[in-house]
């Protein structure tokens, strides 16, 4: 199996702060790399696939990057919609796996 | 719009068999692009696929399973009733879980619909 982690595992930022998140698979994945945001209480939500694709609908704020091994989400400026959980997950090979899981908080 | 929505119990005894059924609407489950599948969330292991099935013409479709619960699950699927099904053998407190349903497509095996999720707890 595809290992995937994330770092880090809680952040507190503010409103308009500037986030990145950072995500590493286990072996090359290519571009193959979502990103998912979970707001409590609710299923997650695909933000970005294939490392940099944005969902329609998702805001131009939350951008993709990275290749092989090493993403990262970045969050151009944080609004308070924004403080909720995301997850990254390699969609090259089953079986699909997911990261841990980054909670941003409120600072 | 697809929507999905799953059902069945929420409590479970240990050694017990665990059924859960999704029922879709909005889109045809005879897409053979589309796959269905089950994921479960916990606060110790995260985000888990455990498993898909994709329509095929075989009435089994292909099913595709997560190696660590491969043993003990079954996916299976009725077009007819725009469902899919979940079943798990011999629960632990470990399957302690919200289960969520959903579909991806052959394009990308990203989920882009998600059930609500169903909390499954295994209790005696």
């Known amino acids: 199996d595809i290992q995937m982690t994330q770092s880090p595992s809680t952040l507190s930022a503010s409103v308009g702060d500037r986030v990145t998140i950072t995500c590493r698979a286990s072996q090359n994945i290519g571009n193959w790399l979502a990103w998912y945001q979970q707001r409590p209480g609710k299923a997650p939500k695909v933000l970005i696939y294939r490392t940099s694709t944005l969902k329609s609908g998702v805001p131009s704020r939350f951008s993709g990057s990275g290749s092989g091994t090493e993403f990262t989400l970045t969050i151009s400026s944080l609004q308070p919609d924004d403080f909720a959980t995301y997850y990254c997950q390699q969609h090259v090979t089953y079986p699909l796996t997911f990261a841990e899981g980054t909670t941003v908080a409120i600072k | 719009q697809l929507q999905l929505q799953e059902s069945g119990p929420g409590l479970v005894k240990p050694s017990e068999t665990l059924s859960l059924t999704c029922t879709v609407s909005?889109?045809?489950?005879?897409?053979?692009?589309?796959?269905w599948g089950w994921i479960r969330q916990t606060p110790g292991k995260g985000l888990e696929w455990i498993g898909s099935?994709?329509?095929?013409?075989?009435?089994?479709?292909?099913?595709y399973y997560n190696p660590s619960l491969q043993s003990r699950v079954t996916i299976s699927v009725d077009t007819s009733k725009s469902q899919f099904s979940l079943r798990v053998t011999s629960m632990t407190a470990a399957d302690t879980a919200i289960y969520y349903c959903?579909?991806?497509?052959?394009?990308?095996?990203?989920?882009?619909?998600w059930g609500q999720g169903i909390l499954v707890t295994v209790s005696s």
């Open positions: 099935i994709s329509y095929s013409v075989s009435p089994s479709g292909n099913t």
């Open positions: 909005g889109a045809s489950m005879n897409n053979p692009s589309y796959y």
């Open positions: 959903g579909n991806y497509d052959s394009n990308a095996f990203i989920i882009d619909t």
